[in-house]
């Protein structure tokens, strides 16, 4: 709390500072809609680089401001909240015209951005909402409830339940499963949780499907910063307290591949590898190549793929309109209030990808090829 109370005096107090002087630049509410683009800086804001996912989304959104000639200030925050902080206030100070920001924590950035208002800087936030500000200028994701009904909707695929058209599958239950959310912190676990349990309501309620340990609360199955270590001990840890009888886990909730990781790693730990005791139906999001490796070898069920290459480009597009003066085109304008204000937002479409989608979604595209899926590891 005393670090998350520095950064909003450091905010509130370089909030003052901006609106007496302007930054560097043509920041600092200059007018940039006739400047020239190699005259225009945008400051993006990722939280971290332990995660091939957000290193994907740093290097495309650099890759497609740079293409309209953008300079670009790209930092990675190392899961550090003052650092995040720091860097943020840094490109404020130093004229960024636009700021491109996914947040470590959504409710611990308002002195940054009360200072970016102050120096009229829009702010974008990307994929992770900013929340508890008025200062958040657009909104750019993916259509976030519905991740977690194709998440729930894998599960029951994998269980057999259901069919790949969402007709009604073969198998009748009951299975046990497991359920992990993501970080408290991140707007996004929410609405991954809330698709998944209303999918998985029907099948809760009937018996088919039964979660053993008894921990259904989002509060139960969060894992702060979405770290497969943490995933990893809690698996392990259900496992000893719930399934000691015999009793085995047929199906584990997974809202993203890293965790999805570690579950797997603590099954196998336990003896989850073939036969009797076969590894269960594990889900995944983000089609992380070391998890895309997995479900190729038969490991991992499926990931829920979201293309960060056309989530990079709407960012880029909404930078450009901001910069011309121009409201970005939003297609969500009800759904993702931040406590202070409804954010106008886009939102992408997801795919689901079992072992049979990996060539044509992921490789046929070019997200992703066949040497990389085969070693695990990206390039």
């Known amino acids: 709390m005393r670090r998350r109370f520095l950064a909003a005096?450091?905010?509130?107090a370089l909030a003052i500072s901006l609106a007496a002087c302007s930054g560097e630049g043509a920041g600092g509410g200059s007018d940039t809609s006739s400047a020239k683009p190699g005259?225009?800086?945008?400051?993006?804001?990722m939280p971290t680089q332990t995660?091939?996912?957000?290193i994907a989304d740093g290097n495309s959104v650099k890759e497609k401001l740079q293409a309209k000639g953008y300079?670009?200030?790209?930092?990675?925050?190392?899961?550090?909240?003052?650092?995040?902080?720091q860097q943020i206030d840094q490109m404020i100070t130093q004229g960024a015209d636009v700021l491109v920001i996914a947040p470590i924590d959504g409710t611990a950035l308002s002195g940054q951005l009360q200072a970016a208002a102050a120096a009229k800087i829009p702010v974008i936030s990307y994929d992770r909402l900013i929340r508890n500000s008025p200062n958040v200028s657009f909104y750019v994701s993916f259509d976030n409830y519905k991740v977690g009904v194709a998440q729930a909707n894998a599960l029951l695929v994998g269980l057999g339940l259901l069919n790949k058209d969402g007709s009604k599958g073969t198998a009748t239950g009951p299975f046990n499963v497991e359920l992990f959310?993501?970080?408290l912190d991140d707007n996004n676990a929410g609405f991954f949780f809330n698709g998944a349990?209303?999918?998985?309501?029907?099948?809760?309620?009937?018996?088919?499907?039964?979660?053993?340990?008894?921990?259904?609360?989002?509060?139960?199955?969060?894992?702060?910063?979405?770290?497969?270590?943490?995933?990893?001990?809690?698996m392990e840890d259900l496992l000893t307290s719930s399934y000691n009888d015999g009793s085995k886990v047929d199906g584990?909730?997974?809202?993203?591949?890293?965790?999805?990781?570690?579950?797997?790693?603590?099954l196998q730990n336990a003896g989850y590898r073939g036969g009797a005791k076969k590894l269960p139906v594990v889900t995944g999001q983000d089609a992380e190549v070391a998890s895309v490796k997995l479900i190729n070898d038969g490991v991992q069920s499926s990931t829920v793929f979201k293309d960060t290459r056309l989530l990079a480009e709407q960012a880029a597009i909404a930078a450009e309109a901001f910069l011309r003066k121009e409201e970005p085109k939003a297609?969500?304008?009800?759904?993702?209030?931040?406590?202070?204000?409804?954010?106008?937002?886009?939102?992408?479409?997801?795919?689901?990808?079992y072992k049979e989608d990996i060539k044509s979604v992921l490789i046929d595209s070019g997200y992703l090829t066949e040497q990389e899926v085969a070693a695990g590891r990206a390039g």
């Open 9 to 12: 005096v450091s905010g509130a």
């Open 39 to 45: 005259d225009l800086t945008i400051g993006v804001s």
């Open 51 to 54: 995660s091939e996912r957000w």
């Open 71 to 85: 300079k670009v200030d790209l930092q990675y925050a190392g899961d550090d909240i003052p650092t995040q902080s």
């Open 181 to 183: 959310a993501g970080s």
């Open 197 to 234: 349990m209303d999918t998985l309501k029907p099948y809760l309620d009937a018996g088919t499907l039964k979660v053993k340990s008894g921990q259904i609360k989002i509060e139960q199955a969060a894992i702060l910063r979405w770290q497969q270590e943490t995933a990893q001990k809690r």
């Open 252 to 266: 584990v909730l997974s809202p993203f591949d890293g965790l999805s990781r570690g579950i797997i790693t603590a």
């Open 331 to 353: 297609n969500e304008t009800k759904a993702y209030n931040n406590g202070v204000k409804v954010v106008p937002a886009f939102l992408l479409p997801v795919q689901t990808v």
